[in-house]
């Protein structure tokens, strides 16, 4: 993928935060922007809606608990 995007993360909700581990913890990421693919990516809506609620109920919980405060400001005032 090009500099600063990730591959696709696929699996269970334990895979998907092992990937983002390392990102998280040993990178200066403090927001993540998802997309789950039901339109255009051959997904089916029904599929999606699941995957973004089981991300929501299993995943966002524990990446919560992984936040910290930035270590660098990329605003421009």
């Known amino acids: ?3 600063g995007h990730m591959s696709p993360l696929l699996g269970t909700p334990e895979d998907i935060l092992e990937e983002l581990r ?3 913890e040993k990178g ?4 993540f922007s998802f997309a789950f693919r039901a339109s255009g990516g051959g997904m089916p809506a029904d ?3 699941a995957s973004m609620k089981l ?3 299993e995943c966002l919980p ?3 608990s992984w936040g910290r ?9």
């Open 22 to 24: 390392p990102t998280v």
């Open 55 to 57: 991300f929501a109920r």
């Open 28 to 31: 200066d990421c403090t927001h």
């Open 69 to 77: 405060e930035p270590t660098t400001s990329r605003a421009t005032d």
């Open 1 to 3: 993928p090009p500099p």
């Open 62 to 64: 524990v990446l919560k």
């Open 47 to 49: 599929v999606a809606r």
